[in-house]
């Protein structure tokens, strides 16, 4: 949570409400649990994001 939204900065309650929801997503499933949601809200995941994610998701599971 304090990656997406800094504990030393202020932000709005709506930020911090869609940043909670996002880093347990993250957390659970990784970045590709990202592109679950954004397909789920319309939104189109592209090649660069698919392949951040899997990058990503391989240097998590290198930490489990």
């Given at each position: 949570?304090?990656?997406?939204?800094?504990?030393?900065?202020?932000c709005c309650?709506?930020?911090l409400s869609v940043a909670v929801p996002s880093a347990t997503v993250i957390?659970?499933?990784?970045?590709?649990?990202m592109s679950n949601v954004m397909k789920r809200l319309g939104m189109s995941v592209g090649?660069?994001?698919a392949k951040f994610a899997k990058k990503a998701g391989n240097r998590?599971?290198?930490c489990w």
């Open positions: 949570i304090w990656n997406l939204v800094p504990k030393s900065k202020f309650a709506t930020r957390f659970n499933e990784g970045q590709l649990g090649k660069n994001f998590r599971d290198e």
